[in-house]
């Protein structure tokens, strides 16, 4: 499986963004499929999972913030981002937590004003 992800871009703080990571085969994992970022000079963090429409995991820095969400069909995930703060400025990228296939190219979040 590959990973492409899009929707990036740069937004004010408070504002909202929607990614998109479409996979070329299924997102089916026991593992779940997660959203993960990283931020120049750190490491790269998982910051949502999701394991089903209902089991879902986020990192306390985007808790009530950000949203994930997937749609099997169209083996694609979503992350709806709303009240974006500066600290959220990152490479984002999609791939399955605990089980990696090579990363994708990310897509490049800027929070500023």
């Known amino acids: 499986v590959q990973f492409v992800e899009s929707g990036g871009g740069l937004v004010q703080p408070g504002g909202s963004l929607r990614l998109s990571c479409a996979a070329s085969g299924s997102i089916t994992s026991p593992y779940g499929v997660g959203w993960y970022r990283q931020a120049p000079g750190n490491q790269r963090e998982l910051v949502a999972r999701?394991?089903?429409?209902?089991?879902?995991f986020y990192a306390d820095s985007v808790k009530g913030r950000f949203t994930i969400s997937r749609d099997n069909a169209k083996n694609t995930v979503y992350l709806q981002m709303n009240s974006l703060k500066p600290e959220d400025t990152a490479v984002y990228y999609c791939?399955?937590?605990?089980?990696?296939?090579?990363w994708g190219q990310g897509t490049h979040v800027t929070v500023s004003s």
């Open positions: 999701t394991f089903s429409t209902s089991n879902k």
């Open positions: 791939n399955f937590p605990g089980v990696p296939v090579d």
